[in-house]
């Protein structure tokens, strides 16, 4: 079955520091990898994704980069700003049109 | 162009008693799908529902079950309240061509007493 592990599960940085958040994966199958952000309170919305035939994909100071060999992917934010502070969420399609979460990780940016 | 709409918003039950939840996809899809997100943890997919049928199905038991209307929109139903069952229930709706994009309600939380 579906595995995806995501660390850290917490991570606080520096306003204007990066933030790296790894997630790691068992299931072949997936060809669609997003992260989700929510704030508190507030529901998951879909910051970026990749899909498996891409390596890497920048929008602004978010990124994110795929390794299908190792089965692992990363979420990239650079210059942290306060309004970053959410719990992030990786994700997986195990093959079919619905998505496996990881555990999430709590990012607070200090101004 | 009115999103994901879920209802109630909040509901305290108690243990034994059976909740419905309510939920409008956002105008163009077909497809709704419920989550179940533990406090601190990520939603859990719980099951899909498509052209008023159940597509998948996650690892829930049988007291988590559902319905979708001709209007797509569709229900949730907990029987059998487990103080475990506590949490917030997020509805996300979809195309059937899907691009990837889940498009999620702002959730109801549950509390079972």
């Known amino acids: 079955g579906e595995n995806v592990e995501q660390h850290p599960s917490t991570l606080s940085v520096q306003e204007g520091d990066s933030a790296v958040i790894k997630c790691t994966y068992s299931?072949?199958?997936?060809?669609?990898f997003p992260w989700y952000k929510q704030e508190l309170g507030k529901r998951p919305q879909l910051i970026i994704d990749?899909?498996?035939?891409?390596g890497e994909k920048k929008d602004q100071r978010i990124a994110v980069t795929l390794n299908k060999t190792a089965k692992h992917f990363s979420l990239h934010i650079t210059e942290t700003q306060p309004e970053d502070s959410a719990v992030y969420f990786c994700a997986l399609n195990p093959g079919a049109n619905n998505l496996f979460f990881g555990t999430g990780t709590r990012l607070t940016v200090i101004p | 162009d009115a999103g994901v709409t879920q209802s109630p918003t909040h509901l305290i039950k108690t243990r034994g008693q059976q909740v419905t939840l309510r939920c409008s996809p956002k105008s163009g899809h077909d497809t709704v799908s419920w989550y179940q997100q533990a406090l601190g943890q990520g939603p859990q997919f719980i099951f899909q529902y498509y052209e008023e049928e159940e597509r998948q199905r996650g690892n829930f038991p049988d007291r988590f079950s559902g319905h979708q209307f001709p209007n797509y929109s569709s229900e949730l139903n907990v029987n059998a309240l487990l103080l475990g069952d506590s949490a917030l229930y997020l509805c996300?709706?979809?195309?059937?061509?899907?691009?990837?994009?889940?498009?999620f309600g702002e959730g109801s939380r549950l509390t079972v007493l």
């Open positions: 299931d072949s199958a997936s060809n669609y």
């Open positions: 996300a709706s979809s195309s059937l061509s899907w691009t990837g994009e889940l498009f």
């Open positions: 990749i899909r498996s035939n891409v």
